[in-house]
């Protein structure tokens, strides 16, 4: 009897001792709740954390940045957020005082642009004072924000550095074929039709990597308005340079993009729509272009066929299964 208590004894004492072990190798890791004021910015984070965290998005596809109010709920994502990233340089104008005050409750706050040179940025003449925050439109600028969200999230969760080291790596190489892709489709566009006229100026940062003059109805900012003396000006551009297309956005009415058209149709000069453009938020969820890299793909091919140039059926994925 004495050898049989004894032996219990031992089979449990074994037992805790390796659960024990178990429990020390293999601990258990929480996920980190991640926050994203726009799409680009929540989809460059989800590729470099994987699955070591949750990431939400605060603004969803067709949703305007410049005049996103948050609402009682997103407060609520933001209080209780390991890490928030937002774009900066004014983007979320109207999310600043949220943004404050998640900081000053010491929330990870960080503005994915804030490595970005000052020389590189550009500070268009009606928005003096102020950079323009469309930088996602360069995707060799918006490297540099995949950089920022690696260097918060290994400082925030060291054990898992590696991991996030590999990630970035494996998609900074998906976002320099894109950038390739770009250069090589945008190039097939003649000069003289170089000219990208569009609902706003979000794609002065594109222009400038790909070599296009980019012409917005309205400002940087959609709070701007169009007057009539802006799309009389713009309607002698189309007519005199013999520009083919114009562009819509997913996030800005048509209204001045229809005023255009119809002004140079007066003057005796036919301009299409060239495709809709992804500006200010991406794609629907689940769908390629609602992907940073898809969103960027559908703009570059949506341009150089609206533009006269030459894209491969698919785009990118198209060039890529060739």
Known sequence: MKITRMFHFVFILASLLLAGCQSESQPETRRSNIVATVGMIADITRNVAGDHADVTNLMGSGVDPHLYKPTRSDVQKLMSADVIFYNGLLLEGKMTDSLVRAASS????????????QSYLLEPDEFEGHFDPHVWMDPSAWMKAVEVVKSKLIEFDPQNAVKYEHNTDAYLRQLE????????VLGSVSQQQRVLVTAHDAFNYFGQR?????????GISTESEAGVRDIERLVNLLVDREISAVFVESTVSER???????????????????????????????????????MIDHNVTTIARGLGGQAPERGLNGKLAE
């Open 256 to 294: 001045n993009i229809n005023a255009l058209i119809a002004g140079a149709k007066a003057r005796g000069h036919e301009v299409m729509i060239g495709g809709e453009l992804f500006s200010d938020a991406m794609g629907d969820q689940g769908t390629y272009e609602g992907t940073y890299i898809g």
């Open 210 to 218: 790909y070599g296009f003059e980019v012409v917005g109805i309205q």
């Open 106 to 117: 010491g929330k990870k706050v960080h503005a994915v642009t804030e490595i970005l040179e």
């Open 177 to 184: 074929s894109l950038d390739q892709y770009a250069e090589e």
